[in-house]
Structures are given as C-alpha cells and as structure tokens.
C-alpha cells in the first residue's frame, strides 16, 4: 500500500517537471513615459489570463484554452505545455500601481508608466 | 531568480537561456515521431496537430495577426500556411530597447495531411490567435459499424 502511494507520489512529481509553463517571448520597449512589454501568448483569453504584481515582482500567467474536440488524438505537437509563465522585476522607478493590460489575438501589451519623479525633466541652470 | 525588466541582452541570464534552448533541442523532441518537414523548435508559428474520427485538426499558433493576411492553401495534400508578421511601430520616442524575443517577417510552414483528409473541405477558424484548421476525413475512411445480420 505504501508502495503504491509512493509510486504514485513519484508520478506525480514527474507530470510536474513535464508541467513546466512555457516562456511566452517578449519584447520590451522604454520611451520617456514608461515600459511596453508585449508577449506572444496565442491560445489565452481574457479570462485564461492573469497579471500579478507582488511587491516588486510582476508575473504573466495564463492558459492555453484550444476549443479542441474532445476525442482528439494528438499526432504531433510543438505546443506540449498548455500554460505560459513568465515573471519580471520592475525595478523603483516604475509604477506598479497603473499597470495597464490589453490582449488582442494572443498578443499581450502591458504598459508600465514612470513614476512622475522619475520622468526625465530638464534643470534649470540659474544665474 | 527572475530577469529584470530592464536587463540587457548578453548577459548572464540570456546565456543560461541559449543553453537551456540547446538542452531542449537535444531532448525536447526525443519521444516524438517527427515529420520530414518539421522544423526546428522555435519554428514560427508553432504547430499541433490531432486526429478524430471525423477530422484532421491542426492549430497554428500565430498571434498578433489580421486573420485576413493569413494565407492557407492546400496543394496535392500539402497544407501550407503562410503570412507575415511586422513589428509593432514604436509609441513614442524609443529609447531604449530590452528584448526583442517575438517573431517578425514572413513565415510558411508545410504540413503532410493523412491520406484520408478531404482536401476539397477546408476550414480555418482565427481566435485568440490560434489558427484552427479542419479537415475532415473523407467518408469512406470514416470508422463504420458494420450490421451482423443473421
């Protein structure tokens, strides 16, 4: 009985190394006002989708939601992992509490705006 | 643990990356049967493909595309699908640029369909950036359930 439980343990605990979420790729663009950082996570919906900031850890994560027949029998796959993680640190300078999002045919735009006092200003030299 | 958002490429962090993608290319494809026009892992876009009883179902993940420059044809059963995907033009003034990881350009990949597919029966569905295309298979090479007659 022991042995059957710690077999099952076993496999579980490889279905979880098999489980690791794909790393959607990104691109990061800064201009003035902020970070746009768009990820490609085809496959996710609004509502498959989520967006954490704890602290100063921002993280995407969401989940492949394929509309598929139910006795599919796959063939061949590229895409094995039904999830997409990925996690960044924002660092002071940003503004964690205006993260804006939007998702438009699985590609994800998050906007993180500068905190007002670190926006680049001119100093004015006086005589 | 994780990479900042401001790093910059070249570094420590995208190195293990390169390494981690050369361990999966030696075994990431190791148990699966793969077709002579496979490509490579990071292939853009991405394929699946399943059967059923009735259909050939293949998902192509193509986000960020205007389902109406996606270009699918089939040719002696060959599928191909093909498009191009451009960068997103810069809001603002750049200044500075941290990761350039998605795909962009013209893409084409060629699938091999069963020899049971109905070619003349195509359909293509865009959601959620996920190219879904079926065909189904044609009658005679659909599972029938023969009568025992006594």
Partial sequence: ??????????????????????????????????????????????????????????????????????????????????????????SRDLDTEQVSASLAHGVLTLRVPKREQAKPRRIEVKA | MYPSLTRSTGDLFAEFEGLQRQLDQLFGLRHWPSSIRAATRGAFPALNMGVTDQAVEIYAFVPGLDPAKIDVQVDKGLLTISGERTAEPAQGDKVASYAEERFSGAFRRVVSLPEDADAGRVDATYRHGVLKITIPKRESAKPKRIEVRD
């Fill in chain 1, 1 to 90: 009985m022991d042995m059957k439980q710690d077999q099952l343990k076993a496999r579980e605990s490889r279905n979880d190394f098999h489980a690791t979420p794909l790393t959607p790729p990104v691109d990061i663009v800064e201009d003035k006002e902020g970070i746009t950082v768009r990820a490609d996570i085809p496959g996710v919906s609004k509502e498959t989708l989520s967006i954490d900031v704890d602290g100063d850890t921002l993280t995407i994560s969401g989940t492949v939601a394929l509309d598929a027949t139910t006795d599919l029998k796959s063939v061949y796959a590229e895409i094995r992992t039904p999830q997409y993680k990925r996690s960044f640190v924002l």
